[in-house]
């Protein structure tokens, strides 16, 4: 396993595994014992997600020491602002089952986040968080809330895939020392991108899988990635990226496959900043 040091120290695996879309509390718990067992460390879940419980459960079945374990969760937009932010905080901590989080994020750039990043800021001086970040915040939203606050933000969660390669907030994030992680690493599969010509090309000259051409090109320009999939075939073959470096020219090749926007959705769309501000997740 390969580590990044984030701007605080912290030292955060490279690769993890994301339970987004895993609703089922059974299934949640398993595949992350699955994950936990195939060598994940890293395991990234979110009060939206609602299978905090299950990961917990895992990570108290896994016999794993705690040190050993690198734990993100997320605040949903629906409990920013600083009371409520510190109240959902620990409603999270319950259901993990944990005393301290090992990375907190901003779920959104919506609503009172700078209340929530304050509350963030004040368990992060208590020790109960070891970092905290944010997800999905563009260049502008992110410069302004360190700008504006005391702490600035160790982790950026953006979507970034071959059809979205966000390469000027990568380059924004580097000079600013706040480490790039991407969320829907294999663009949720859209376009068919398994199945692209110049990945599946490049899986025959390495002898490895699209998959893991997709997840070794963005640990190779320094990004953490989170897989998720229930199957433990694939958990296997998606940690299986530290035995191969993609050359330059290839590299190249896959840069040519950006379209500069989301395959997914457009967070840039007035409705999506709608619905994700009106989106409630409990009473």
């Known amino acids: ?15 993890g595994f994301g339970v987004y879309q895993i609703s089922d509390l059974a299934e949640t718990e398993r595949a992350v014992d699955d994950a936990l067992s195939s060598g994940y460390r890293l395991i990234d879940t979110a009060a939206a997600y609602l299978n905090e419980e299950a990961v917990g459960a895992a990570i108290k079945g896994s016999g794993l020491e705690r040190d050993d374990l690198f734990i993100t969760t997320k605040l949903w937009v629906q409990d920013y602002g600083y009371d409520a932010a510190l109240k959902a905080f620990d409603v ?3 259901k993990l089952g944990l005393d301290v989080l090992d990375l907190y994020l901003l779920h959104k750039p919506y609503g009172d986040y700078y209340g929530a990043w304050r509350a963030l800021e004040k368990l992060y001086r208590e020790g109960r968080i070891r970092a905290i970040g944010v997800t999905s915040f563009w260049n502008e939203r992110l410069a302004d809330l360190f700008n504006c606050n005391d702490v600035k933000p160790a982790v950026n969660q953006i979507e970034t895939n071959v059809w979205f390669q966000q390469r000027a907030a990568n380059a924004f994030m580097k000079e600013n020392g706040i480490q790039h ?17 110049t990945l599946l090309e490049l899986a025959a000259k390495y002898e490895k899988t699209t998959g893991q ?7 190779q320009r320094g990004i953490v990635v989170i897989p ?32 500069g926007k989301s395959t997914i959705y457009d967070e840039m769309d007035p409705k999506m900043a709608f619905y994700i501000g009106q989106l409630k997740i409990h009473d």
């Open 181 to 197: 992680e991407a969320w829907a690493p294999f663009a949720e599969g859209n376009n068919d991108v398994f199945r692209a010509p």
């Open 92 to 94: 999270s901590m319950k």
């Open 1 to 15: 396993m390969d580590y990044v040091t984030l701007n605080n120290g912290v030292q955060m695996p490279i690769i």
């Open 213 to 219: 051409i997709m997840l070794r090109w963005l640990i």
């Open 228 to 259: 998720k999939t229930v199957h433990k075939e694939r958990m296997l073959e998606n940690i299986n990226v530290f035995d191969f470096t993609l050359d330059s020219d290839d590299m190249a090749k896959i840069e040519s496959l950006d379209t």
